[in-house]
């Protein structure tokens, strides 16, 4: 029975050792208290090292390194207690983080500095004190421990310290890490919002739109007078406009959510230039500009969708006779680049106003060039390129040189996304 009570009385004092020793480590308490006791040992050894009494080498040498094991533990113990005392209330999230991090290590450097400095000194002292005193002490064994210990507890606090914050700085990179995580999500999910509004609006307008242009081409085959004729004309124009707007919006919309289906096929990229070229030659005819076509005589085969690729060329082409400078030349060229392994078209025009902006702005939807818009255009020709061309895996670029506009595309000939794709 007495030792049935006696084991009941054992669990119950290790079982408040461990809540002690869990709520101290959690109030960091067990580190001043390792500190404390590390300090008092290595004290108490530290006398016995520096007495005056006559010590082996030996025995000077093995109380050393016991009494830089016990110092160890209790600078290290007081040392991390005083770093997460202080940094107890340190928002890893501020604005000013690093201008702090900084702030901090220099601070605690020159206190370790300013604190080792001074116990240098006192151990240079000593052994100076014991080099006079030779003749009692018999050796100086005592006295280089004690410089020893001096440098060895430099050593190691410095250590504790770039620990300590090194890991405050990985703590706060992780931090910006999931912060800039959720930014990517947030960016991510707004992004698709927009792409699911654009899809939504215009899949809800062309309906009443095209029953707009319906009921209009009707009201242009009845006889109306001449001043109404001319206003069914311009509402016609116009609204012939904004269902073209409507539908590229609705294409990009669907083309940046990926949710499209390309037929790759080969196609000819001169052949598909010269195509576009003839098919919008009476806007070429009016806009009074002049084309100056540079095609290479090499094959220029390559595998594409021909619905999104004659997009592509038409939107390049009617964006250069747009904001293209009046009795100018705009200039086609077709090449091959990376050794054949890709063909490159590019158009060169002169702009007709000021181009204070960069490529982010211009292929943004909506994005245009000419700010004053004094020119025709929605700011989509662009931004359907950038997207289309992406889609099918080509790369599109501009360029600005004074008043020279240089957009450029370029695929791929073959490669194996093209070829997965079941090409004719």
């Not at 009921?215 to 242009?220: F, V």
Request: aromatic letters at 12%; one cysteine or more.
């Amino acid at each position: 029975m007495a030792i049935k009570w006696k084991n009941i009385k054992m669990e119950k004092i290790v079982k408040k050792v461990k809540e002690f020793l869990k709520k101290s480590l959690k109030r960091n308490e067990i580190w001043l208290i390792l500190g404390i006791a590390g300090c008092i040992l290595g004290y108490l050894l530290l006398t016995d090292v520096v007495s005056s009494r006559y010590m082996p080498t030996e025995v000077n040498i093995q109380e050393g390194g016991f009494m830089n094991l016990c110092f160890a533990a209790g600078f290290i113990g007081l040392l991390r207690f005083a770093l997460y005392y202080e940094d107890r209330n340190w928002n890893l999230q501020s604005k000013d983080f690093f201008q702090e991090w900084e702030r901090k290590q220099k601070k605690w450097k020159i206190f370790l500095g300013i604190l080792a400095g001074g116990f240098l000194i006192a151990a240079v002292f000593y052994f100076n004190y014991r080099l006079r005193k030779s003749w009692m002490y018999g050796n100086l064994s005592g006295a280089y421990v004690s410089v020893g210990t001096v440098l060895i507890q430099w050593m190691i606090c410095n250590f504790v310290i770039n620990l300590y914050m090194k890991k405050k700085l990985q703590a706060y990179m992780e931090s910006l890490e999931q912060i800039n995580q959720k930014n990517l999500e947030l960016a991510l999910r707004s992004e698709q919002m927009k792409v699911d509004l654009i899809s939504n609006v215009s899949h809800d307008l062309k309906t009443p739109l095209t029953s707009m242009v319906g009921y209009l081409e009707l009201m242009k085959k009845e006889e109306l007078t001449d001043i109404l004729s001319d206003y069914v004309e311009v509402i016609f124009g116009k609204a012939q406009k904004l269902k073209e707007m409507i539908d590229s919006l609705f294409d990009l919309a669907k083309t940046s959510s990926g949710n499209v289906e390309l037929k790759m096929e080969t196609l000819e990229l001169n052949c598909l230039i010269q195509q576009v070229q003839a098919d919008m030659a009476d806007k070429i005819a009016e806009s009074g500009r002049e084309f100056v076509v540079v095609l290479t005589k090499e094959s220029t085969e390559f595998v594409s969708d021909n619905v999104y690729m004659y997009r592509i060329f038409q939107n390049l082409l009617e964006n250069a006779l747009k904001y293209s400078q009046e009795h100018t030349r705009i200039f086609l060229k077709s090449s091959l680049v990376e050794e054949g392994k890709r063909v490159r078209f590019e158009i060169t025009n002169t702009a007709g106003y000021p181009m204070d902006f960069t490529k982010e702005q211009i292929v943004e939807r909506f994005g245009r060039g000419d700010k004053s818009r004094t020119t025709e255009g929605n700011g989509l020709g662009l931004a359907i390129v950038n997207t289309y061309t992406s889609a099918l895996g080509g790369t599109f670029d501009v360029s600005i040189d004074c008043d020279q506009f240089k957009a450029s595309v370029e695929f791929l000939k073959y490669n194996a996304f093209h070829m997965e794709k079941n090409v004719v």
